[in-house]
């Protein structure tokens, strides 16, 4: 069973803090994703890692693909409330033929006080 | 709005119980997902379809059993539910069954078993 850990599990900072969240899996993933889910509502694509070392960055949030595909990080600088919420990392993994079966990690609950 | 509709969004029933879920996929939407997404669990890979057909199966339970119509819709249907059956159970759509492309999820089905 392939297994996406994330670290930390809560975070609570300050507006204008920077941090980083974690997502480590011992399998290799043909590409990764990052999702935010607030209450009451379903996960939301922020962005798609497909090759080894890719970055991307998406205005605050930076994201890294590991080299190896087994691991990635979402970096947010000068966090703002409005980013509160639940951070998931998703890896596909082939299930079969050209089938990509969806593994959601563990999630990150991240709170930004004003 | 994702476009995904799930119904109902809130049901309250006794163990021993059968309840079935409805989804809705975006328009034009082939795959659709089935997740439960627990506290203690986080969000766990039930099934998935394409265009009428099982793709592949993750955690889900003998007791739960779902299937994809002509018209896309899916259900998914649980029976002899127990306590621990109570979670969030999230529908996702996406075009195709072998991209990488974005899932996107209905608002959930938050599900009670008393």
């Known amino acids: 069973t392939q297994l996406l850990e994330q670290s930390p599990q809560f975070l609570s900072i300050q507006e204008g803090e920077n941090l980083t969240v974690y997502c480590n899996s011992s399998s290799v993933f043909s590409s990764l994703q990052w999702y935010r889910q607030e209450p009451g509502e379903g996960p939301v694509l922020l962005v798609t890692v497909v090759t080894g070392g890719e970055v991307k960055k998406l205005k605050r949030l930076t994201f890294q693909f590991g080299d190896a595909r087994k691991d990635s990080s979402l970096h947010i600088t000068a966090a703002q409330p409005g980013d509160t919420g639940l951070y998931l990392c998703?890896?596909?993994?082939?299930?079969?033929?050209?089938?990509?079966?969806?593994?959601f990690g563990t999630g990150t609950l991240l709170a930004v006080q004003p | 709005d994702s476009g995904v509709t799930q119904t109902p969004k809130h049901l309250i029933t006794a163990t021993g119980q059968r309840v079935t879920l409805r989804c809705s996929p975006r328009s034009g939407d082939l795959s659709v997902y089935w997740y439960q997404q627990s506290l203690d669990q986080g969000l766990q890979f039930l099934i998935q379809?394409?265009?009428?057909?099982?793709?592949a199966k993750g955690n889900i339970l003998e007791r739960f059993s779902a299937q994809q119509f002509p018209d896309l819709h899916s259900e998914l249907n649980l029976s002899s539910l127990e306590l621990g059956d109570s979670a969030l159970y999230f529908c996702a759509s996406r075009a195709g069954a072998a991209d990488t492309g974005e899932l996107f999820f209905g608002e959930g089905s938050r599900l009670t078993v008393l």
């Open positions: 379809y394409y265009n009428g057909e099982e793709r």
């Open positions: 998703a890896g596909a993994v082939r299930y079969g033929g050209a089938t990509n079966k969806l593994i």
